[in-house]
T-cell receptor
Framework: DVKVTQSSRYLVKRTGEKVFLECVQD?????MFWYRQDPGLGLRLIYF???????EKGDIPEGYSVSREKKERFSLILESASTNQTSMYLC?????????????FGPGTRLTVL | GDSVTQMEGPVTLSEEAFLTINCTYT??????LFWYVQYPGEGLQLLLK?????DKGSNKGFEATYRKETTSFHLEKGSVQVSDSAVYFC?????????????FGAGTILRVKS
């Protein structure tokens, strides 16, 4: 089974702090994704990565950056956290092998910025 | 751009009732369609998918049929259980030039009471 893990389930940070959210997948997937989930808005794509050291902006990249130095790890960085970044953050991965569009999700990190 | 519209919730049903959650989409081309489920405190899990018109996806008693003529992918279950209480997300795979990204609906909360 595909396993996607996220470093924290719950995180509380203060405005202005630098925040790192880590995601690790164990299935050698090429593609990885960061979403945020907010009530009534569903999931919105922040950034994604096709492969190591490759990254592309999603629909709402402002205030975020990412890093993918190793294939299994995709980090989301909030350079200076703000209260409007309080949300649930979900990481996902996907293989490009075969004809499949399925993404596999981690359990999520609920971030609160005070 | 591509988009997904789901019926608003919450949907509250008694155990053994029939479930329908409506989902319609707009897309250029021929996307794959998905239903994901999120149980309380967890990440998203793939529930079912369909990759072309008239395909029926099914899993755990849930079904959805890819209807190209009505651009719909409604989720149905004949007899719901309390354990089906969760948030359900309809999504499509945007097969753009940048690879496959998922576009999600806002999600529908389902509450099943005994």
């Amino acid at each position: 089974d595909v396993k996607v893990t996220q470093s924290s389930r719950y995180l509380v940070k203060r405005t202005g702090e630098k925040v790192f959210l880590e995601c690790v997948q164990d299935m050698d997937h090429e593609n990885m994704f960061w979403y945020r989930q907010d009530p009534g808005l569903g999931l919105r794509l922040i950034y994604f990565s096709y492969d190591v050291k490759m990254k592309e902006k999603g629909d709402i990249p402002e205030g975020y950056s990412v890093s993918r130095e190793k294939k299994e790890r995709f980090s989301l960085i909030l350079e200076s956290a703000s209260t409007n970044q309080t949300s649930m953050y979900l990481c996902a991965s996907r293989t490009t092998t075969g004809n499949t569009d399925t993404q596999y999700f981690g359990p999520g990190t609920r971030l609160t910025v005070l | 751009g591509d988009s997904v519209t789901q019926m608003e919730g919450p949907v509250t049903l008694s155990e053994e009732a029939f479930l329908t959650i409506n989902c319609t989409y707009t897309a250029t081309g021929y996307p794959s369609l998905f239903w994901y489920v999120q149980y309380p405190g967890e990440g998203l899990q793939l529930l079912l998918k369909a990759t072309k018109a008239d395909d029926k996806g099914s899993n755990k008693g849930f079904e959805a049929t890819y209807r190209k003529e009505t651009t719909s992918f409604h989720l149905e279950k004949g007899s719901v259980q309390v354990s089906d209480s969760a948030v359900y997300f309809c999504a499509l795979s945007d097969r753009g030039k940048d690879g496959n990204k998922l576009v999600f609906g806002a999600g529908t909360i389902l509450r099943v009471k005994s």
